[in-house]
């Protein structure tokens, strides 16, 4: 199937970096002669034909922005039949021969029902938790650690001048890795995620022995999966006597600048997905694996579980005495 217009979008939550990724698929589909449409708001774009064409000057000087240009939304329509049909509707009447789908696992299933209905569908990895299955990476999450441990280190100041314990609650619902690799960049004392239970009388052992070498005050990074941050943040001060504080960050994870990382592996990604659609292939994600670029069907994919770094976890613990 030859495919001579293409469709773009981000949906689910927003990552820095898809910018980027719609900048690359843009301007690869161009060089190879393709038409490129630009579907806002995720698949209600689709639904609602609410689309632009986009030129090469459409994603100039949008590689270094947050967010995305093109807007995302989750989309419940989407999943009837009657949204499909819209959907369906929309590519017959603009010519979109295939999709390139930025986002997660949900973006991913919205990307497979369309290609099952004859519009070939690619996926790239665009969320800050880092847990789509069949990827060592995705979009946004390096930004999203950046701005973490930025934000941590400025904690640190406060809770050094007032000899506290911080406990900070990074994104992470189901998956705890920004919490970790940010709870090892930060030196906390503790790093509590979804994957590994936890007791807290543990992180109050932990924390009383390092006050016996001198440690006055404490960064304990929590993800938000594990629930009751201020909770456990009392329960910490009234077992240890020490003033503490809970700070959830929230979505200021999602926004500012993609780093470099994110800017280059969107790129790579864009340019891959729009690779696999000028032969006529769909149904398959792009992904990052062992440094290099691959693409793995939809359903296996979605079927893939994604390990928790247990061996990492370990190295947090032991050097954060």
Do not use: W
Request: charged fraction near 25%; proline fraction near 2%; aromatic fraction near 4%.
């Amino acid at each position: 199937m030859e495919v001579k217009t293409i469709g773009v979008l981000t949906s689910g939550g927003d990552a820095p970096g898809m910018n980027a990724a719609v900048r690359s698929v843009v301007r690869s589909a161009l060089a190879k002669g393709m038409k490129v449409v630009g579907i806002k708001r995720g698949y209600n774009g689709l639904i609602n034909n609410d689309v632009v064409e986009m030129d090469l000057r459409s994603v100039s000087d949008i590689i270094h922005r947050g967010g995305t240009i093109l807007y995302t939304a989750r989309s419940p329509e989407f999943k009837t039949e009657e949204g499909m049909s819209k959907a369906l509707k929309t590519c017959k009447e603009l010519g979109i021969d295939g999709c390139v789908v930025v986002g997660g696992d949900g973006s991913y299933r919205g990307a497979r029902d369309l290609s099952l209905h004859g519009i070939p569908c690619v996926g790239i990895p665009g969320t800050i938790d880092n847990d789509i299955s069949c990827t060592d990476y995705t979009i946004g999450f390096d930004s999203a650690m950046n701005t973490a441990m930025e934000m941590v280190d400025k904690l640190r100041d406060t809770a050094q001048s007032h000899e506290r314990c911080t406990v900070v609650e990074v994104m992470g619902r189901h998956a705890g890795h920004l919490a970790l690799q940010t709870g090892i960049a930060v030196g906390a004392t503790a790093v509590l995620v979804p994957e590994v239970e936890f007791d807290i009388n543990d992180v109050v052992a932990k924390m009383k022995k390092t006050q016996l070498s001198g440690k006055k005050h404490f960064i304990i990074v929590v993800a938000e999966g594990i629930g009751g941050v201020d909770e456990f943040t009392k329960k910490i001060e009234e077992l240890t006597g020490i003033e503490s504080r809970a700070t959830v960050l929230g979505h200021v994870q999602r926004g500012g600048n993609p780093t470099v990382r994110d800017r280059v592996i969107a790129s790579q990604m864009g340019f891959a997905a729009v690779e696999l659609l000028s032969k006529g292939i769909g149904n398959r994600v792009v992904a990052l694996r062992d440094s290099e670029i691959v693409d793995f069907d939809i359903y296996e994919a979605l079927q893939m579980k994604k390990p928790f770094n247990m061996e990492l976890y370990k190295i947090a613990n032991e050097i954060s005495i």
